[in-house]
Nanobody, 118 residues
Framework: EVQMVESGGGSVQAGGSLRLSCTASGFRFDEDGMAWYRRIPGNECQLVSFISENATWGPDSVKGRFTVSLDNTKNTAYLQMSSLRSEDTAVYYC?????????????WGQGTQVTVSS
C-alpha cells in the first residue's frame, strides 16, 4: 500500500517562504518520480510540480518560485516555495506523477495547509 505524509505547511505573509516535505512508504521516488498537487479554495486540483528521471516541471505560475527536489537516501521529496502569493493558498499533496485529482482527494496523504496572507 502506498502512503505519503506531507508536512511543512503553515501561515506566512506574502513574499515569504516555506519548504514542504513528503515521505513515502510502499513507493520509491527515485524509481517512479513524484508530483506535488494543490487543492485551492473552490476545490480545483492543480498540478504544481513533478520530478521524474531527474527532469522537473512546473507551470508558469510557479516557475522561478517553486523548486522540487528529492533526497533518495530518505525517500523524501521537498517543495521549496519562495515569493509566496495569496493565490498559493491551498492544501498541498504529494502523489505519484500520474496521481491527478485523486491526489487532492487524499488518496495517498492528508496534505498540508499553506495559507498566504497579503
Amino acid at each position: 500500500e502506498v502512503q505519503m505524509v506531507e508536512s511543512g505547511g503553515g501561515s506566512v505573509q506574502a513574499g515569504g517562504s516555506l519548504r514542504l516535505s513528503c515521505t513515502a512508504s510502499g513507493f520509491r521516488f527515485d524509481e517512479d518520480g513524484m508530483a506535488w498537487y494543490r487543492r485551492i479554495p473552490g476545490n480545483e486540483c492543480q498540478l504544481v510540480s513533478f520530478i521524474s528521471e531527474n527532469a522537473t516541471w512546473g507551470p508558469d505560475s510557479v516557475k522561478g518560485r517553486f523548486t522540487v527536489s528529492l533526497d533518495n537516501t530518505k525517500n523524501t521529496a521537498y517543495l521549496q516555495m519562495s515569493s509566496l502569493r495569496s493565490e498559493d493558498t491551498a492544501v498541498y499533496y504529494c502523489a505519484p506523477v500520474s496521481g491527478g485529482v485523486r491526489a487532492c482527494e487524499g488518496t495517498w496523504g492528508q496534505g498540508t495547509q499553506v495559507t498566504v496572507s497579503s
